[in-house]
C-alpha cells in the first residue's frame, strides 16, 4: 500500500461547484529490486578473484576491480532456478474448464548452464498439453520452463522435468515437450560447429500413444 501525501485536487470543480479530489499514484508504482545473498556472493567473488589470477590475469586492474562481485552475482541470476517450486507455480493459477482440445505455447525463450562446462545454451520451448478438467495460466507454462531452466542443466532432462511437473499437476491427457537449442559448450570450444543445433522432445498420454496428434503437434511447432 502506499501513502499518498495531501495533494492538490485533480479535477476542482463539479456541477455542484464542490472541488473533486483524486488520489494521485506515486511516479514508481512498481519497482524490482534484485536481491542476493551478501555471504554467497562474498565466497564466489573470493574465488572469481582466484581464478582470474590463475588465468594469468590481474584482477587488481581497473577493468577487473568489480568483476568478481559482478560474477558472483550473475551466477546466483542464472542458477535461481533452484529458489523457485515448478509445481507451485502451477497451482497457483489452476482453473475449471471443461476444454479439451490442444493448448500450445511455443518460442518459450530459454537460457541456460550446461553443467558439463558451466557455458550457456538458449533456444526456445514448445510445450502443448491436452486438458483433461482443468487448464492452467498460460504465463505459468513459461514460468515452469524458467524454473528449470535457471539451474545447471543437460537439455534431455530439462525436456522430461517440464513434462513431468505439468504432467503430475494438471493431470491433462497428454504433455509434449520440444526444445530447440544452442550449446557454447559446442560453439565457441570442443569441435566449434557454430550452427550446430539440438532438439529433445518428451511425450506423455495421448501425445505418445497417438501418432496423428503428435503429428500435428510437431507440425505447429515448426519455423514459418
Known amino acids: 500500500m502506499y ?14 461547484g464542490a472541488a473533486t479530489a ?61 529458489t523457485l517450486d515448478p509445481a507451485a507455480i502451477l497451482t497457483q493459477a489452476l482453473f475449471e474448464e471443461d476444454y479439451r482440445d490442444m493448448v500450445l505455447v511455443k518460442n518459450i525463450d530459454l537460457f541456460s548452464l550446461c553443467e558439463h562446462h558451466m557455458l550457456p545454451f538458449f533456444g526456445h520451448a514448445h510445450v502443448a498439453y491436452i486438458p483433461n478438467g482443468k487448464i492452467v495460466g498460460l504465463s505459468k507454462i513459461p514460468r515452469v520452463v ?20 505439468i504432467q503430475d ?30 532438439t529433445t522432445r518428451a511425450m506423455s498420454g495421448i501425445f505418445a500413444e497417438d501418432e496423428a496428434l503428435r503429428s500435428e503437434f510437431m507440425h505447429l511447432v515448426q519455423p514459418r
Open 146 to 165: 524458467e524454473a528449470f531452466a535457471r539451474r545447471l542443466q543437460v537439455q534431455e532432462r530439462l525436456t522430461e522435468q517440464v513434462r513431468d511437473v
Open 22 to 82: 483524486l488520489p494521485v499514484a506515486p511516479s514508481r508504482p512498481y519497482r524490482r529490486v534484485d536481491q542476493y545473498d551478501d555471504v554467497t556472493t562474498d565466497r564466489l567473488a573470493d574465488q572469481v578473484h582466484e581464478t582470474l589470477t590463475l588465468l594469468g590475469e590481474d584482477p587488481e586492474r581497473e577493468g577487473l576491480l568489480k568483476t568478481p562481485e559482478r560474477v558472483a552475482k550473475a551466477y546466483q541470476f542464472l542458477t535461481h532456478g533452484y
Open 169 to 198: 499437476v494438471l493431470q491433462p491427457l497428454g504433455v509434449a515437450v520440444v526444445i530447440e537449442a544452442t550449446h557454447l559448450c559446442m560453439v565457441m570450444r570442443g569441435v566449434e560447429k557454430q550452427n550446430g543445433t539440438t
Open 3 to 16: 501513502d499518498f501525501p495531501d495533494l492538490p485536487a485533480a479535477f476542482e470543480g463539479s456541477g455542484d
